[in-house]
């Protein structure tokens, strides 16, 4: 009965491969997100989608690209995998969108290793 | 810009040795101040929402407060599987896009 689930937990891949990883909730929330929280443990908003509308942070490589088939799925793509994309990835998802003052419900991490 | 700074980085306790972690933040429009805790290895888990100056929140040895600067996490008389990083976020109206900006965390040992 997980609210947020990730898939897979731990991801180790080369450099210059596509991967993906997928985020489901099943909380009923109207947005998702995907988190990024480098080694030294600092979490960094990477997208949200609300409605059919995503936001990005400027500062996310054109690599990553977010896909929602439906309001319950964010599944996240990477391209060109980089030595510096190795971090641990967090799905989250909220009752409502951003600056609505709902918190979020994070999923238990996917661990991308690139080597 | 919004932005939240955690202190200190590392707190190391007795069991029964209460204390406080602070989160001071800037934000534009302060939607919500969130606590989260995250333990080795999983996602944060929430503790607490406050939503303005001067309310207060409670749950089982924790208490987190807010003042129009600051937060603070209060852990009265510890237990060791209160060992974890103590995450603070904002979320603002306007700047970050209304996402929820975190602080680099407080990791708290206590010792039995």
């Known amino acids: 009965d997980t609210a947020v689930s990730q898939t897979p937990k731990y991801l180790v891949t080369q450099m210059g491969n596509d991967k993906s990883i997928k985020c489901e909730q099943n909380l009923g929330h109207d947005t998702m997100y995907w988190y990024k929280q480098d080694s030294k443990k600092f979490l960094k908003i990477m997208f949200s989608y609300n409605n059919k509308e995503l936001i990005i942070n400027e500062t996310v490589p054109n690599r990553f690209s977010p896909k929602s088939p439906d309001k319950a799925h964010l599944n996240l793509h990477i391209n060109s995998l980089e030595l510096g994309d190795s971090a641990v990835y967090f799905c989250a998802s909220s009752q409502r969108g951003p600056g609505t003052g709902y918190g979020y419900t994070f999923g238990s991490g996917t661990r991308l290793t690139v080597v | 810009e919004d932005q939240v700074t955690q202190s200190p980085e590392a707190l190391r306790l007795q069991e029964g040795e209460s204390s406080s972690l602070n989160c001071s933040y800037t934000?534009?429009?302060?939607?919500?101040l969130f606590w989260y805790r995250q333990d080795p290895g999983k996602g944060p888990e929430f503790l607490f929402t406050?939503?303005?100056a001067g309310e207060e929140k409670e749950k089982e040895r924790l208490k987190a407060t807010l003042t129009k600067k600051e937060s603070f996490l209060h852990i009265t008389a510890p237990k060791p599987e209160d060992s974890a990083t103590y995450l603070c976020a904002v979320q603002g109206g306007g700047g970050s896009q209304g996402n929820l900006i975190f602080g680099k965390g407080t990791k708290l040992s206590v010792k039995p």
């Open positions: 406050l939503y303005s």
């Open positions: 934000v534009s429009g302060l939607r919500g």
